[in-house]
């Protein structure tokens, strides 16, 4: 059951500021311009706590997120720690394979070399049309009797397993490919060498066969060999060293591991 207003309960709702227009309930329909702004501070502030709330989610978000990089960052320092010690120990292998590689080259190399200590090239000697293994033999055996001065019996002993012209044959060559000579025997071999003093001041020249890298480096060193000799230097080359008054030369040019 509803009631009537009291006068008192009028006078009380006057002094809070209504204009007097109520409604059946006895409430105010409209505020005082002091009603509104307090109205609207409170509408203000609300409006402030809405976005405080807002800022605390996305602060929480960004910690989150922090938190998750952070995690990550770590992931990725475990993962590059492990890296650095994979790159560490790639690299011990490859410096290893790098050695390995350098030995098996030096190796190779020195097998290369035992395989033409029983070579001897002839340079200089013209070559005849149609040579075969057999007329290079004779060519190199007349040869040592010729010019190397051998006797014709001691040419007939000598045992020469193959001789044959060095590399492809150029169409309009002013010089002959030089004569491979195979010995049967290394010694033999290096007696006909000692004689090739007896070729001085002629075209004709003797020598061991290497490796074309051997023969590199002594092309390297021939130049240098002789600037000593005319400084009256004793100086010769072994294979593919050079020494001078009895001393390796540790010039410009030095072979490493040698």
Do not use: W
Not at 203 to 229: D, G, K
């Amino acid at each position: 059951m509803s009631s009537k207003p009291t006068p008192e309960s009028k006078r009380s709702r006057d002094d809070m500021g209504s204009t007097g227009s109520e409604d059946d309930n006895g409430m105010p329909t409209a505020f005082t311009p002091a009603d509104r702004e307090m109205l609207q501070t409170i509408f203000t502030q609300l409006q402030k706590l809405d976005i405080l709330e807002e800022l605390k989610t996305d602060v929480v978000g960004l910690k989150q997120s922090v938190e998750h990089n952070n995690a990550l960052i770590e992931d990725l320092k475990i993962e590059n720690k492990s890296l650095k010690k994979e790159v560490k120990v790639l690299t011990s292998v490859t410096s290893t394979l790098t050695n390995d590689n350098v030995k098996l080259k030096a190796n190779l190399l020195d097998l290369q070399c035992r395989g033409m200590r029983n070579n001897l090239l002839f340079m200089g000697i013209e070559e005849k049309e149609k040579e075969t293994y057999e007329t290079s033999e004779a060519i190199v055996k007349n040869f040592m009797h010729q010019h190397l001065k051998i006797p014709v019996e001691e040419v007939r002993k000598i045992q020469l397993e193959r001789v044959h012209r060095l590399g492809p044959r150029k169409e309009n060559s002013k010089f002959p490919r030089p004569l491979v000579a195979i010995f049967a025997n290394c010694k033999c071999k290096d007696q006909v060498l000692g004689l090739s003093k007896n070729l001085k001041g002629t075209r004709f020249y003797l020598s061991n066969q290497y490796p074309a890298e051997i023969v590199e480096r002594r092309q390297n060193l021939i130049p240098i060999m002789n600037s000593f000799r005319q400084k009256g230097k004793k100086a010769r080359l072994v294979v593919d060293k050079l020494y001078v008054d009895g001393e390796l030369y540790r010039g410009d040019y030095q072979q490493s591991g040698k």
